[in-house]
RNA sequence: UGCCCUAUAGCUCAAUUGGCAGAGUGUCGGAUUCUGGUUCCGAAGGUUCUAGGUUCGACUCCUAGUAGGGCAACCA
């Protein structure tokens, strides 16, 4: 079987937006260099998962191309940053696994040279010295609806500007005197590119530079020309910056030749339960809703460290919420299963109970110890090692293994009821000692000596469930994390609330378990399963202080908890089925095509609808773009049908037209009557005719040019068709059998392959009627 | 209210550029299991935001709308 397609079959991997657009520059050879990304933090917080997701962008795309990418401080605010920052970035981006090498670089470094590209700019008559008060620079900006107004000192000569400039950087202006603008548009409907601020003038010493500036460039200054100094190709941000493009590339037209680094803007990360602004993480540590930046509820990087979080699978985790421009909130269960996932395969197995219910083995003799072989490792996952467990008459077991009155679905301990020891034996509950108010306090069972792990008994019980020996044991300190917040969106607050209003007071349990004496001396770095409990991590800070106290990293997945929900559930059955009403959506009444037309507009419309007869929906987009409407009057004039030629103007060479508009395409309105009418005779399909299209958009040749040249004509002829369906048929008979069965869907399949047959020559109205015979 | 961005399964994203609407995760079943974990198998889940148009054929092109987000720091 080797069908012509199966070779087609191996799906590529998709490919996000921007890796698209890598590769597009670099088969157009726009790009002929290394692909060179750069990561630009702001040194004044530590990061967090939204900055893990920038981070693995930028580098794994410098890795997949085998390009570089830069780490470079975007310090060009005095007044926040800080050298401690900029420790914590490089050590967490190297934790995730990623290395820059010698390209660590510093807007703070580069401020000689953008000084010098200003004075640059200055000379050019591009840039001013305002002497505006930053009140007034406000107010003349404009809103979003209203142009702004120019500053009185918009028209400064260049040499006063650069007098000026001078004296700024000379320290003898004080704060907020002057500023230097770029002289753009003081009316443009983006508001960035109304002489945005270049410069502005602060006394304040800079944690690297000292007190050698009084003048700062802002970002939308610096970070362009710091991107086109270092020579990166793509520069990579979040969609707020989208309206800062325009600006970006005006500073690097003006100042740097091609090739020249271009912005790209995909959407940043919301995690459910979770907020990740600096801002915010800054207040939850300030006011001690945690214990510092790295607690391990918080979102940063350094606090999923502490947590346990590998670098795998936070790069796994961003790997699988791709890359996009649509706003967006992830749920919490996918990074969940990237944390599950990696640890599942690294994390040694070992025992542990939290919240310990003493047993009375009775049947064990005072003073018995016996070493239980137990593997580290499950059956399923290729590792060795193992350990020897403690056995002793008495033992703990976890409160929950336990029920009194079990349910239908419970299968571990119950009154005369059985469960195995995980790696011992299957023991029996014969007695529950209880307290005078009537709560569990001990267990009396007997146990099973045929039954030891290993041994070939023919016994089986439906549970088993973890232990340790009360006597061999040893207490342990384990923090128990859940989310921090207790809605998915802590930003959605309502009037008078913030987004503390939702901390979860139960984040943080502290409870004494009893750990087995094999994972007693756990070191730093050592992380376990605790079985059926979670994943754990020896916390840094408090081993650095000699207590040993275990981190819940994730617990495990948890279908028995699920299960006991539903029954719950089902118990309580007076809550009413949740059968939320299909999704209704308002229907649209039909629209009136000559609604918000001025009257001009309107007359033009009727004008055209009567002369023409093409119909008011057409005459309306006409008649609101007069270049268009008079190309269309020109291409009538050749006696071609007027309908026909509206259809082709509008639907498909319009789409075609660059920014330009229609006065730039390379042939006149009778050329494009002549396609038209090509197509009217049936000389050619549309989709010929499109192909045409394009090709007279490129190359400017006439229609019959190009259908002579390509012998381009369309095949209407029965048998010949007829030929080529039962070809594609026989080709694919499983599709056939699809087909048949139901799956109509693939007319279209078939279609394509008979088009692609013929070179797209075929009369696709022939070609459809000859497949549905031929499938029917 | 002007300009810009976005809209596909519960969630996050694909769909070779106009030719079979898919994946991961989640959910629900089943098998395996000395972890109610893992693994394996299966199922459900879609008005591709809406309405209209072009086309043999539209998630993709055209028109008009709707909803969400961004922009009026001398922050980044």
Redesign the pocket.
């Known amino acids: 079987m080797s069908s012509s397609d199966s070779a ?1 079959s191996s799906k590529r991997e ?4 921007i890796q ?1 657009i890598i590769d597009s520059d670099r088969s157009s050879r726009r790009v002929t260099g290394d692909i060179v990304t750069r990561f630009p933090p ?1 040194p004044n917080g530590y990061p967090h998962i939204g900055h893990a997701k920038a981070i693995c962008l930028n580098f794994s795309l410098a890795n997949e191309y085998q390009g570089r990418c830069h780490l470079r401080f ?1 310090d ?2 005095p007044e ?1 940053e800080d050298m401690e920052y900029v420790r914590a970035m490089r050590r967490d981006i190297r934790w995730l696994g990623f290395e820059w090498g010698e390209h660590e670089y510093y807007a703070s470094d580069y401020f000689e040279q953008l000084y010098d590209l200003a004075v640059q700019l200055i000379k050019d008559g591009k840039a001013y010295v305002d002497s ?3 009140e007034e ?2 107010t003349n ?1 404009g ?3 209203e142009a702004g107004v120019a500053s009185p000192f918009r028209d400064r000569s260049p040499e006063e500007n650069l007098e000026m400039f001078a004296t700024m950087r000379s320290g003898d202006f004080p ?2 005197a002057h ?1 230097l603008r770029a002289k753009i548009d003081m009316a443009s ?4 590119m109304r002489d945005p ?1 270049l410069y ?3 006394h304040a010493a800079h944690y690297r530079r000292g007190n050698d500036w009084p003048i ?1 460039p ?2 939308d200054f610096a ?1 362009p020309l710091s991107d086109a100094i270092e020579g990166i190709t793509h520069s990579l941000c979040t ?6 493009r325009p600006l970006y590339d005006w500073l690097v037209d003006a100042l740097f030749p091609a090739p020249r680094p271009h912005q790209y803007e995909s ?1 940043r990360l919301n995690l459910d339960y979770t907020v990740t602004s600096k801002r915010k993480l800054l207040q939850l540590v300030k006011e001690k809703f945690v214990d510092g930046w790295d607690d391990p509820r918080m979102p940063t990087i350094s606090g999923m460290r502490r947590r346990g979080y590998t670098p795998e699978a936070l790069r796994r985790f961003c790997d ?12 919490m ?2 990074l969940e ?1 990237a944390v ?2 990696d640890l ?1 395969a690294r994390a040694p ?1 070992v025992m542990c109970v939290l919240e310990p219910l003493k047993v009375i083995l009775t049947n064990v003799p005072e003073g018995h110890l016996e070493e239980l072989e137990a593997s580290y490792w ?4 290729p590792k060795e090692g193992t350990r020897m467990v403690p056995f002793t008459r008495e033992i703990l077991i976890e409160q929950s293994d336990f029920m009194e009155v079990p349910s239908k ?4 301990l119950s009154p005369g009821g059985e469960v ?1 020891l ?3 034996y299957i023991i029996r509950c014969d007695n529950v000692v209880k307290d005078a108010s009537g709560n569990v306090i001990e267990l009396h069972c007997s146990f099973d000596p045929e039954t ?3 041994a070939s008994s023919e016994r089986r019980v439906k ?3 973890h232990w340790v020996s009360a006597t061999e044991s040893v207490p342990v300190e384990v923090r128990l994390y859940d989310r921090l917040f207790s809605v998915p969106n802590p930003d959605d607050v309502a009037e008078g609330e913030t987004f503390l209003s939702h901390i979860n007071p139960d984040s943080k349990t502290i409870v004494t378990g009893r750990i087995e004496p094999a994972a007693a001396s756990a070191d730093a770095l050592d992380r376990y ?1 605790f ?2 409990q979670g994943l754990f991590f020896l916390d840094e800070k408090e081993l650095e202080k000699g207590n040993r106290v275990w981190n819940r990293t994730i617990t ?5 908890e ?2 006991k929900q ?1 029954e719950k559930a089902k118990q309580s059955a007076s809550t009413p089925a949740k059968s939320e009403s299909p ?1 209704q ?1 308002e ?2 009444p ?2 009136d ?1 000559l ?2 037309l001025d009257a001009d507009a309107l007359a033009r419309t009727h004008a055209l609808d009567t002369s023409f007869g093409i119909g008011v ?1 057409d005459a309306a ?1 006409l008649a609101v773009r007069p270049k268009v409407e008079s190309f269309f009057r020109d291409a009538t004039a050749t006696g071609e049908s007027p309908a026909a030629i509206a ?1 082709w103007l ?2 498909e060479l ?2 075609l037209l660059s920014e330009d508009g229609i006065e730039s395409i390379p042939f006149s309105a009778s050329q494009f009557a002549e396609l038209v009418g090509l197509h009217s005779d049936e000389t050619l ?3 010929l005719a ?1 192909e045409v299209l394009s090709e007279m958009m490129k190359t400017g040749e006439s229609a019959g040019a190009i259908v002579e040249k390509r012998g381009l004509k369309q095949i209407s002829d029965e048998s010949l068709l007829a030929a080529h369906v039962s070809d594609v048929l026989a080709a694919h008979p499983d ?1 056939v059998e ?1 087909y048949k069965a139901g ?1 109509v ?5 078939f ?2 392959q008979v ?1 692609a047959k013929t070179g797209g020559q075929a009369n ?2 022939t070609v ?1 009627a000859l497949l549905e015979k031929a499938l029917a």
């Not at 998709?14 to 937006?17: D, E, G, L, Y």
């Not at 499950?378 to 996952?381: A, C, G, N, Q």
């Open positions: 087609s998709s490919r996000h937006f698209q702001e975007d060009t605010n926040t505006q008060t930053g620079i406000r900006r809103t979003v609806t704060d907020g500023v409907p983006n508001m960035l601020v502005r003038i602060k700062y802002l970002y970070h969609l707020e910056f989208d309206v800062h959407a699988m919420i791709g890359v996009a421009k649509a706003d967006n909130r992830v749920d269960a996918q299963f599950r996932d599942n197995r499950p059956h399923d996952i679905k419970f299968h571990r195995r995980r790696y011992g030891r792990s290993g549970g088993t469930i399963q079985e059926r495990l997945r948890d279908t028995w699920k299960t539903s999704k959506i229907p649209q039909d629209r095509p609604e918000g929906d987009i259809n509008i639907n319009r789409p399909s549309s989709r499109k599709r699809a799956k869907g693939l007319i279209g399949f279609m394509g088009m696709p109205g459809k």
